[in-house]
């Protein structure tokens, strides 16, 4: 008799993360889940309630490597910009495309919560470093963030290729526009 392959739930959180990386979240369930393994669908409802468990972890998964993207741009430029973070966004397009797909087209309000989030932050840099103040500060933000999301779609769709230093380029590029838009000129 041969001997039975054990599963580790480890294994099952590991293999979810890779099926959401590669496929998408919306073709993450257990059938694709047990392909990736290479086993039966039994040992995710082994270790598992259901396959909501499941997801809930890959998204927290997601959402840490989400961080961790934010973070190398955040150490390789010593603080978080306006720079880094909309030059993030652009980097998970390149390195991670079905969690960009994930965060900014399938699940927009994952997205706009990021910007909201980190906007608090681009919004002060702006009035602190550049003079723009109230609205002016949120339509520059604003402008800069579509911008960057329209451009990671671009990188994401396989339109362009991603290199870190023309990226950072056009997140300048947008922001010289916006900020000549809406009333300051560097």
Same mark, same amino acid.
């Given at each position: 008799?041969?001997?039975?392959? /054990?599963?580790?739930? @480890?294994?099952?959180? =590991?293999?979810?993360?890779?099926? *959401? $990386?590669?496929?998408g ?5 257990? !059938?694709?889940?047990? $392909? @990736? ?7 995710? &409802?082994?270790?598992f309630?259901d396959? =909501? ?5 890959? !998204?927290?998964?997601?959402?840490? !490597?989400?961080?961790e ?7 390789? +430029? ?7 973070? &909309? ?9 991670e ?5 994930? &965060? &900014?087209? =399938? ?7 990021? *910007?909201? =989030?980190?906007? $608090? ?8 470093? +550049? ?8 339509k520059?933000?604003?402008?800069? #963030? ?9 990188? /994401?769709?396989?339109?362009?290729? *991603?290199?870190?230093? @023309? ?5 300048? !590029? +947008? #922001? ?7 009333? #300051? /000129?560097?």
């Amino acid at each position: 008799m041969s001997k039975t392959k /054990t599963i580790m739930k @480890e294994s099952i959180i =590991d293999g979810a993360f890779a099926v *959401f $990386r590669k496929y998408g979240y919306e073709n993450l369930n257990a !059938r694709s889940l047990a $392909r @990736e393994m290479n086993c039966s669908t039994q040992p995710i &409802y082994v270790n598992f309630k259901d396959m =909501d468990q499941v997801k809930k972890i890959a !998204r927290k998964l997601a959402a840490e !490597r989400y961080q961790e993207i934010l973070g190398e741009a955040e150490k390789k +430029y010593k603080k978080l910009t306006y720079s880094n973070y &909309y030059l993030g966004i652009v980097k998970l397009a390149a390195y991670e495309p079905m969690l960009f797909k994930y &965060y &900014y087209i =399938d699940h927009q309000e994952l997205g706009k919560k990021a *910007f909201n =989030d980190y906007g $608090r932050e681009t919004f002060v840099e702006l009035n602190k470093e +550049y003079g723009l103040k109230g609205k002016a500060a949120g339509k520059v933000s604003k402008n800069l #963030f579509n911008c960057v999301v329209a451009y990671g779609m671009l990188v /994401t769709l396989g339109y362009t290729d *991603f290199d870190e230093t @023309e990226a950072l380029e056009a997140v300048k !590029r +947008y #922001f010289v526009q916006s900020t000549e838009k809406y009333g #300051f /000129t560097e």
